[in-house]
């Protein structure tokens, strides 16, 4: 199986920051995009950031210019930069990563259990 670990979240003041990170281990072969996801309270879930694993990222449009989507390849593990936060912010973050268990293998997709950020006015 391939677990995911996210780390990083808590409560910060409006215009701080968080570093997330996401650790993914267990049977991995190679992992191919991987990304970030929020929910707030009472919404659907919804895109923050990807990344590829050549390095190509795509932001949604409210955080583009303040978050930072970043990985590295050899440890598994991805990264989320959060600068000038906002109260809308606010959610319990989820990693995700799109992992090939064997070579030629199918793709599969895991989810972490997610982190709270908590960003107050």
């Known amino acids: 199986q391939v677990q995911l670990v996210e780390s990083g979240g808590g409560l910060v003041q409006a215009g701080g920051s968080l570093r997330l990170s996401c650790a993914a281990s267990?049977?991995?072969?190679?992992?191919?995009?991987m990304g970030w996801y929020r929910q707030a309270p009472g919404k659907q879930r919804e895109l923050v950031a990807t990344?590829?694993?050549?390095?190509?990222?795509n932001y949604a449009d409210s955080v583009k210019g303040r978050f930072t989507i970043s990985r590295d390849n050899a440890k598994n593990t991805v990264y989320l930069q959060m600068n000038s936060l906002k109260p809308e912010d606010t959610g319990v973050y989820y990693c995700?990563?799109?992992?090939?268990?064997?070579?030629?293998?199918?793709?599969?997709?895991?989810w972490g259990q997610g982190t709270q950020v908590t960003v107050s006015s």
């Open positions: 995700n990563a799109d992992v090939w268990r064997v070579p030629g293998g199918p793709q599969f997709r895991y």
């Open positions: 990344i590829t694993s050549g390095g190509s990222t």
């Open positions: 267990g049977s991995i072969f190679s992992i191919n995009t």
